[in-house]
């Protein structure tokens, strides 16, 4: 079990995020981290098609000190 997925399930538990739904966590954290895999990949995707490779320090999207 990596960090993320541990820390993640200790979230939901703490904050009872599971109950609504009736879910357990360790099924929460899956569908979380594939909807976090798939925006990944999408935005990848879109970034190809647009001819652009984002980054954080990207100069081109740095916001100007005035």
Known sequence: MN????ELCSLINRYSA???S???DYL???FIEG???SFNNVTKERDKWYG???EPANKYFLKKEK
Request: charged residues 20%; glycine residues 0%.
């Open 52 to 54: 652009v490779h984002l």
């Open 3 to 6: 960090d993320f997925y541990s």
């Open 28 to 30: 929460l954290v899956k």
């Open 22 to 24: 009736n879910t357990p």
């Open 35 to 37: 909807c976090l895999n």
């Open 18 to 20: 599971e109950n609504d």
